[in-house]
């Protein structure tokens, strides 16, 4: 099982926080990159955030300022602290493990809605 597993999504108000949490079956020194990605009804999935082996981060601007991602390498794990969510966030989030250029795995996703 090398899927990530996503954990931490819920009903928030605007203005409010949310943490997720990526597990990966086993260690994330050994990829590449983790990245977070969204998608809503009706629109294309977006990347969000993305943090590589070497902890480099990248976010798009849309989240800048607002959200953060991290890693704890013991826990193997990828973190994303979203603060002041906006009902535009709603989508579900889904964690993206890239060992490299052709091996991708992907969460099963993990709702996240905010409430004006």
């Known amino acids: 099982q090398v899927q990530p597993v996503e954990s931490g999504g819920g009903l928030v108000q605007a203005g409010g926080s949310l943490r997720l949490s990526c597990a990966a079956s086993?260690?994330?020194?050994?990829?590449?990159?983790m990245g977070w990605y969204r998608q809503a009804p009706g629109k294309q999935r977006e990347l969000v955030a993305q943090i590589s082996r070497d902890a480099t981060t990248e976010y798009a601007d849309f989240v800048k300022g607002r959200f953060i991602i991290s890693r704890d390498n013991a826990k193997n794990t990828v973190y994303l602290q979203m603060n002041s969510l906006k009902p535009e966030d709603t989508a579900v989030y889904f964690c993206k493990a890239t060992y490299n250029t052709f091996l991708t795995y992907w969460g099963q996703g993990t709702q996240v809605t905010v409430s004006s």
């Open positions: 086993g260690s994330i020194s050994s990829i590449n990159a």
